[in-house]
């Protein structure tokens, strides 16, 4: 069998596969996804089980561009943005086993325990201190050198565990950490970087990235479906197996293997990849694997998230975001997140709790 009509052919149908897929079909073409789990959504993936609301991937995310805020406007109505609670904006890092406040204020600041004696009185020279050399700087190696090592474990540390599950002895500073490389290579150095970029004056669009902790109403999993409806359910193929990819007389075939076991081709000139890159062999058997190297050598973080839901909770009072846990404290434990941050989880006395396990 061939399907017809796909000028774009997308492998997988998570949230980049599906974002792709829409904006492709908003601008007059007509993409085809293919997915080889029975449902799109990748890792996003929302329940409901009595009255709570579970995420078993991702739970929220950062207005950090204006493209998010635009494709929420844009899924008009498919999707409700949703920002967490102001007083959510609290976050705990753990020290020592206990719980400790990010310093929101200048006396916080001064009075945390968090950071040592010698680096806080550092800090007051980071805008003085010379820029870097290195453009390909691990973001261990950048702190540490503005900021001092403790900031690295209790403030850094934790803050990329949170984002990447990773490692910021290994992570390049100017590609996981791209604004806070570019402040210190535009303004010299952090503190002096964010006062100024903080006045310059922010464009329409801009101002949309507010930085807010976001949700969709009745939890992510309606973006998945909001996307999945504006795209055309009947365009995302799902169950496909033994997916390949392979030169044709014009552009590239795609064939696998139907939910229903039917051999299917598809032809198009553009294949969009979005699966994992150790994918890419068995997508890909016309090229050497040596070729695909730079892209085999990807680091992926196995991560396993619990979800729990109290109706009565007896434990500590709910008035942060959430915790982070430094790899220093050696716990095998990302974090912890409460979503109390969001009014709909937060049905009075009844509470969900989630956290990441690094395995
Ligand atoms: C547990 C967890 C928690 C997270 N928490 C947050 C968070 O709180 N905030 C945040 O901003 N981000 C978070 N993230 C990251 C965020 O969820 C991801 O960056 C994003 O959802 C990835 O989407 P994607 O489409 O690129 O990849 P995926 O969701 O992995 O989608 C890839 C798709 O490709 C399919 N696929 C793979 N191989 C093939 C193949 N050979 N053929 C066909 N299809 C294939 C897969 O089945 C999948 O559906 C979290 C991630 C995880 C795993």
Redesign the pocket.
């Known amino acids: 069998m061939e399907l017809k009509n796909a000028d774009v052919i997308i492998?997988?149908?998570?949230?980049?596969?599906l974002s792709i897929a829409y904006y492709l079909k908003r601008n007059g073409r007509s993409p085809i996804v293919?997915?080889?789990?029975d449902k799109p959504?990748?890792?996003?993936s929302t329940h409901s089980e009595n009255g709570f609301i579970y995420e078993s991937?991702?739970?929220?995310?950062v207005l950090s561009t204006p493209e998010i805020a635009a494709l929420f406007d844009d899924l008009s109505g498919e999707s409700i943005l949703e920002t967490a609670n102001k007083d959510s904006a609290k976050r705990y890092i753990m020290k020592g086993g206990k719980w400790q406040a990010i310093p929101s204020g200048l006396l916080s600041a001064v009075a945390t325990p968090l950071f040592t004696f010698s680096d806080k009185f550092r800090i007051l020279g980071e805008p003085f201190r010379k820029p870097g050399m290195n453009p390909d700087e691990s973001v261990a190696d950048m702190v540490i050198r503005r900021m001092g090592r403790s900031f690295l474990d209790y403030a850094v540390d934790p803050f990329i565990s949170g984002v990447y599950a990773g490692d910021p002895s290994i992570l390049v500073t100017r590609y996981a950490l791209p604004k806070l490389y570019a402040l210190e290579h535009n303004y010299g150095s952090f503190i002096k970087g964010s006062i100024k970029k903080g006045r310059e004056k922010k464009s329409e669009a801009e101002k949309k990235a507010t930085r807010e902790v976001f949700s969709a109403k009745g939890g992510l999993g309606t973006l998945i479906s909001g996307l999945a409806d504006a795209t055309g359910n009947e365009k995302i193929v799902c169950g496909?197996s033994g997916?390949k990819i392979e030169p044709g007389k014009s552009g590239f075939v795609v064939s696998f293997k139907s939910r229903e076991g039917i051999d299917v081709t598809a032809n198009s000139k553009t294949v969009i990849s979005?699966?994992?890159s150790y994918?890419l062999p068995?997508?890909l058997p016309f090229l050497p694997v040596d070729a695909l190297e730079p892209l085999l050598s990807l680091k992926y973080a196995s991560?396993v998230?619990v979800a729990a839901g109290y109706k009565k909770w007896g434990g500590l009072h709910l008035d942060a975001f959430g915790g982070l846990v430094p790899s220093k404290e050696n716990r095998d434990i990302l974090g912890i997140f409460s979503p109390q941050s969001f009014p709909r989880q937060a049905l009075k006395e009844e509470h969900s709790y989630l956290c990441?396990l690094a395995v």
């Open positions: 492998i997988g149908a998570g949230l980049t596969g293919i997915e080889k789990a959504g990748g890792v996003i991937g991702p739970n929220t995310g496909a997916i979005t699966a994992g994918n068995d997508l991560v998230q990441s």
